[in-house]
């Protein structure tokens, strides 16, 4: 299922507005907005979708494209470390896709941390939730043939979408507070596109 939409594209539109305003910092500024934000986020675990967060990413990006953290212009925390692929601040991204990605950059989206550079009990752990959300997942993608065999498409869809809900809030709920024992703050995926899964529709 594409994820290309009218929805999402005018969503994309929107966050480009909201990123405007960062666009009017001058170099200085920025780095120092980014410094001071970084310690708010610290010590905890972060939905995706949080407006903080969402308002860091934006400027994060813009600071990636400046090259703010290689002028050197402001001083991160000094509980994260540099990160190997950009030399930003270490902030990982927790995803379904985990088993794949790793840990995701928030500055450059490049792999902070490959799967199997995981601590083994978590990496064991996670790796078994990962498969588990994978073939949750695969629903809607699902080929015609898969789909009529199925009998009622609609209903393995609606319960795949529940069982996604479920699972994204396990994600907060367990393995990002496990990775928050190794690292300054983390940030999880708390939504899924291709079922039709809102942060709204996400308890952990």
Known sequence: MSTDTPE???????WREYGLVFREFD??????WLAQTLGQLQGRVWRL?????GAYRLAARLGHDRQIWLK???TPPAAYPESPCCRAPF??????????TGL???HCDDTLVPFEEFPADLQTDLGKWAAQYADVHGVAHWDERQRRSCGDYDRAYDEAAKQAERLLGQMGALWAPR???LYPAVVWEDHDECLDVRPEDVDW
């Not at 999402?8 to 929107?14: G, P, V």
């Not at 170099?27 to 120092?32: E, H, M, V, W, Y």
């Not at 979708?49 to 967060?53: G, K, Y």
Request: hydrophobic share 45%; charged share 25%; proline share 5%.
């Open 8 to 14: 999402n594209t005018a969503l994309d539109k929107l």
């Open 104 to 106: 995701i950059c928030q």
């Open 179 to 181: 990775l928050l024992e």
């Open 27 to 32: 170099d200085l500024t920025l780095a120092r």
């Open 72 to 74: 050197r212009l402001a």
């Open 49 to 53: 979708s949080h407006p903080l967060f």
């Open 91 to 100: 902030l990982p991204l927790l995803t379904r896709d985990v088993r794949e």
